[in-house]
């Protein structure tokens, strides 16, 4: 009987199996280092583009906070340039105001009368004089009257007879009071609102 030795054979073919088995591993293993390494670039370019606008919106920002700076700068000084000129204006209008008030005041004046005292509370002016009678009065009231758009209405609050003690003639001493035009406003409002909270009147006991 012819007996054959495999073992050879077999160990053959167990070589073979185990190099097929580490050629296919090291495939892997070189597909996966490749495959890695490739993420890896791709990666690592993308940071560099983030990284390289990042630096980009960076500049912008500060050249944008520059620019800020030079506007509020701007602004303020334009602020304070703005409370100059009001302030000038309103020095100008305290100047100009009393001396429209005394050029209508003389302008309204008639020949038969004559100031002793004029004030000035800024709600309106009161003017207290003398006249020869009461149409005097009148006509002065009236002269006023005139610029009511510019003062205010004058309302005439005494005009009675009375004597100077030094020459005993008979005049008018007169007070008239010229209220300014948002005083006026303001002065309804609150007679409406104290008219508007007054309590309703009770009725008669029967």
């Known amino acids: ?21 580490l050629t296919v591993a090291g495939l892997i293993t070189f597909m996966v280092v490749m495959v890695s390494f490739g993420v890896y670039l791709m990666f690592r370019s993308e940071a560099g583009v983030l990284a ?17 700076g030079k506007l509020s700068k701007i602004e303020e000084e334009k602020a304070v340039v703005q409370e100059k000129l ?10 100009a105001g ?4 005394f050029k209508v005041v003389s302008r309204s004046m008639p020949d038969k009368a004559w100031l002793s005292n004029i004030r000035d509370d800024g709600a309106g002016v009161t003017l207290k004089g003398y006249a020869a009678d009461e149409r ?11 610029h009511v758009k510019d003062f205010g209405a004058p309302d005439l609050v005494v005009a009675q007879r009375v004597t ?3 020459t005993g003639v008979e005049v008018v001493n007169f007070e008239i009071r ?3 035009p948002a005083a006026q406003v303001q002065v309804k409002d609150k007679k409406a609102k104290k008219k508007d909270a007054a309590p309703a009147a009770k009725p008669a006991a029967k």
């Open 136 to 146: 005097v009065v009148a006509e002065l009231q009236r002269r006023l009257q005139e």
């Open 52 to 68: 390289r606008q990042i630096e980009t919106d960076k500049k912008e920002l500060d050249d944008l906070a520059k620019k800020i």
């Open 86 to 95: 009001d302030t000038i204006k309103k020095l100008e209008e305290g100047k």
């Open 98 to 101: 009393p001396v429209n008030l």
């Open 1 to 21: 009987m012819i007996r054959i030795n495999l073992l050879p054979v077999r160990a053959a073919k167990k070589k073979e199996t185990v190099r097929f088995q």
């Open 164 to 166: 100077e003690k030094e």
């Open 178 to 180: 010229v209220t300014r």
